[in-house]
């Protein structure tokens, strides 16, 4: 008699903890969608970063914060990268050019380079994309020192980043005062900052900006060079990249700045993660990051969701 109630007792346990898996199964759990692919710098903070395993990667989404699933984490090779000069600077900046030309010339075989100056709200190119990196250099020239009638290097990165070729990573250096002539005076930011920031982050964009003086005196006053450089600050940290000024002044050199742009690209990686399914086209926040001492990352703080 024992023997069978031990039996029965058995039988139900085992039941009891079918039907509570099953349960565990059915509830509902967040359904993944399209997946989404950005650029991420690795930095060390006193050397160049180690190599980071995608198992070093955190990727949290939305406000809650959830983790999401790394699908894929390796490092960036071909690269787009662009030179866009703004032809509202000083013509003084002509003695930095050759900073930037030798910045070009010293690319790996991956790079693309392209070379354009940003005038009437647009990105007229001087050197198509190339892998001839000394040919992109020839393409330099001194800014003109005039803006022309759409003077806004918001608009004319808009313009460029939706000229670029197709590309898993791609990036922009923008030598610019950040002044929106266009525009005139806008307070702390520039009315086409954010779309420029959206649009870049949509194409997995990085933007570096180097600061060099507007030509002419509406180009030296404090709160109007004050607020542009915000506008580029704000421009770098939000696409992955950086911005680069030391006060209001033309510097002596750009290469410090170019020698860190270079670290920071030898230093990409193509991060892809499933973020929560979605019903319709969206910017989500995400926070990428790593438990890896003394490595931060620098990466967009939101991506471009499709619908799914």
Excluded: C
């Excluded at 109630?5 to 099953?22: C, D, F, N, P, Q």
């Excluded at 954010?194 to 933007?207: F, P």
């Excluded at 600061?211 to 915000?230: D, H, L, T, Y």
């Amino acid at each position: 008699m024992n023997a069978k109630l031990h039996e029965l007792r058995m039988i139900l346990r085992t039941a009891a903890a079918v039907a509570v898996l099953g349960l565990i199964a059915a509830m509902p759990t967040p359904a993944a969608g399209n997946s989404v692919t950005m650029t991420v710098t690795a930095v060390g903070k006193k050397k160049a970063a180690p190599r980071i395993s995608p198992s070093d990667v955190l990727v949290h989404e939305g406000k809650d914060k959830a983790r999401m699933q790394v699908v894929d984490w390796r490092r960036g090779e071909t690269l787009y990268l662009a030179i866009l000069i703004d032809d509202g600077v000083d013509n003084r900046v002509a003695v930095q050019l050759n900073d930037i030309r030798d910045f070009i010339r010293e690319q790996p075989s991956t790079t693309y380079v392209a070379v354009a100056y940003a005038r009437n709200g647009m990105a007229q190119i001087a050197q198509d994309f190339t892998k001839d990196h000394a040919k992109a250099g020839k393409a330099l020239r001194i800014p003109l020192g005039d803006v022309g009638a759409l003077g806004s290097p918001y608009l004319s990165l808009q313009d460029l980043i939706h000229r670029m070729p197709k590309g898993e990573r791609r990036a922009i250096v923008l030598v610019s005062s950040g002044i929106d002539y266009f525009r005139g005076d806008f307070g702390p930011f520039s009315p086409d900052l954010d779309t420029t920031i959206e649009r870049a982050q949509r194409e997995n964009v990085t933007l570096y900006a180097m600061f060099a003086p507007g030509a002419g005196r509406r180009s030296r006053f404090f709160f109007r060079v004050n607020n542009a450089q915000a506008s580029l600050s704000k421009l770098g940290d939000e696409t992955g990249g950086a911005a680069f000024y030391l006060g209001f002044d033309q510097p002596v050199t750009f290469k410090p700045y170019l020698d860190e742009i270079r670290t920071y690209l030898d230093n990409q990686y193509l991060l892809t993660f499933r973020p929560e399914r979605s019903p319709k086209d969206r910017f989500e926040n995400v926070k990428v990051g790593t438990e890896v001492p003394a490595v931060r990352f620098l990466a967009a703080p939101q991506v471009y969701v499709r619908k799914s």
